[in-house]
């Protein structure tokens, strides 16, 4: 399993599910806002927005908070946000991107930085990690949205790249270009994914001891804290020995 996937399954599992809820879902709103200023107010005639829109159903963001971000693009006073993407290591070499979404630079630049130093990491230029991952679309199902074969037809008709299925669902991947096309196409045939969004998969993982991991991901947990953070990834791996240790302390 990713580091990444790793890290967020045992920060849910630790609690705090309401308060992390509620910052996921100003984080989907502000990204909504955004991508509704930055074209049109159809989803349908704004590629962006779809895909924002996408993300916060799937994680069961409510209609009217969705609503609501997208009227907000019309108000005059919005602030004009760019996105920007950090990149470094944390400890034991581990790659890390950190994606943002921020109407002042020089604020979130100063706090993804003491986050880094904080953590013993190092904050690189853009693009010293980009070269470990793949930018890549990733829509996932529960494993009552059908067989293996028939995710895996539904989704090479809609254009995806790859399907992988097991107990716990099915992960399904595309091109980041295609990603709110293949998740359109396969909303019409298996309903609404449980996720759909896109991601910096690792092209070779690393594993890590037990104090790493523990330094890791409370340096991926601080990253996300931030309000003006919305995504964060690393290239690690922690055994099945090392997880048990993390999930039970």
Do not use: C
């Not at 910052?23 to 590629?47: C, H, Q, W, Y």
């Not at 005059?76 to 400890?91: C, I, K, M, S, T």
């Not at 037809?153 to 099915?170: L, N, P, T, Y």
């Not at 993982?205 to 947990?221: F, P, R």
């Amino acid at each position: 399993m990713a580091g990444h996937s790793q890290y967020k399954n045992i920060m849910h599992r630790k609690g705090k599910q309401d308060a992390m809820r509620s910052k996921l879902f100003a984080k989907f709103a502000r990204e909504i806002t955004v991508a509704a200023k930055s074209g049109t107010p159809d989803p349908d005639m704004n590629p962006r927005l779809r895909l924002a829109i996408q993300e916060a159903r799937a994680e069961n963001m409510p209609k009217d908070n969705i609503e609501r971000a997208i009227k907000k693009a019309a108000g005059g006073d919005l602030a004009n946000y760019e996105a920007v993407r950090y990149e470094g290591y944390a400890p034991g070499g581990i790659a890390v991107i950190v994606e943002a979404l921020t109407d002042n630079r020089n604020r979130t630049g100063g706090v993804v930085r003491s986050v880094f130093t904080k953590f013993n990491g190092n904050l690189g230029a853009t693009g010293s990690v980009s070269h470990m991952f793949n930018h890549i679309g990733e829509i996932t199902y529960k494993p009552n949205a059908g067989t293996a074969d028939g995710v895996l037809e539904a989704a090479i008709d809609a254009g995806a790249d790859d399907v992988q299925s097991d107990e716990s669902g099915h992960v399904i991947t595309t091109a980041f270009e295609s990603l709110g096309t293949v998740a359109s196409a396969l909303e019409k045939k298996l309903g609404e994914a449980q996720s759909v969004k896109a991601v910096w998969k690792p092209n070779l993982s690393t594993s890590v001891d037990e104090d790493n991991a523990q330094s890791i991901m409370k340096m991926l947990a601080a990253l996300e804290d931030d309000d003006d953070v919305q995504n964060v990834y690393a290239n690690f791996e922690i055994s099945d020995e090392v997880l048990k240790k993390l999930t039970a302390a």
